[in-house]
């Protein structure tokens, strides 16, 4: 094997071997990032908490894998500034609306449901960047818009998991702004470490055959998280 082909190996076993961890060791109840004890801190605080809120909702987008998995894909082949500014911007104002009003206007949804859906917004990118929907369909489904509602579904599904911490009226909307922008601010930092790391992986000879078996396991991580939160649904019932 050369010497390529045997980085080409290793990487796509070190993502398999992160992506299966990941999924095996963050239970349902934390599966956007919101851990006992920040639970424990949302349910009992009451009053504006800026910076409190800040910190948690930075913490949710790094540790976000599912969030983090759908933005790769987003990304994986724009090389144009603009383009990703545009294409995070669709996912960010998608976000930003569900979480801000699916808690303000008490929306109810299953959370293991809209979990699922999240993951296969996973599958939906891998699928569309191997070139499956022009294939398939005959033509590409706008991206724009598959990013933007996805978006939707994504902040939503942080709404939920909020919805059941009861969090307290007093200094909600300060609390839940402060906890979006600490969300879009996770965002930056994480997609800003993922832009160096594919600036690097793009200067190599191998980024074209790699991208296929990347784009395969980017499907592959999404169908594990479709099944992961359906069998929470059908085991637990809601969420």
């Known amino acids: 094997m050369s010497r390529t082909g045997g ?42 908490q800026v910076g409190a809120f800040l910190y948690l909702g930075a913490k ?12 790769v894909g987003v990304i994986f082949f724009l090389r144009r500034a603009k383009d990703i500014a545009l294409y995070v911007s669709m996912f960010t104002l998608g976000h930003s609306i569900t979480l801000l009003v699916g808690v303000l206007a008490d929306i109810e949804a299953n959370a293991y449901l809209i979990d699922a859906i999240i993951g296969f917004s996973v599958v939906y990118k891998g699928f569309d960047n191997l070139g499956g929907f022009r294939r398939l369909l005959g033509h590409q489904p706008d991206t724009r818009a598959a990013t933007l509602v996805f978006g939707l579904f994504h902040g939503f599904g942080l709404a939920t998991k909020l919805q059941a911490l009861a969090l307290s009226d007093d200094g909600l909307v300060a609390n839940l702004v402060s906890f979006n922008l600490g969300v879009e601010i996770g965002q930056a930092l994480a997609l800003g470490l993922i832009l160096v790391a594919m600036m690097w992986w793009r200067r190599s ?24 939160q359906l069998a929470g649904y059908f085991v637990g019932g809601s969420a």
Request: charged share 10%.
């Open 205 to 228: 000879d191998a980024f074209a055959r790699q991208a296929v078996a990347t784009n395969a396991l980017l499907m592959g991580g999404g169908f594990l998280l479709v099944g992961y």
């Open 60 to 71: 949710h987008m790094v540790t976000g894998y599912d969030h983090l998995l759908f933005l």
């Open 7 to 48: 980085r080409c190996v290793l990487q796509i076993a070190t993502l398999v071997a992160v992506l299966a961890c990941t999924i095996a060791l963050v239970p349902p109840a934390s599966a956007h990032g919101v851990a006992d004890d920040d639970q424990t801190f949302l349910a009992e605080n009451a009053g504006v």
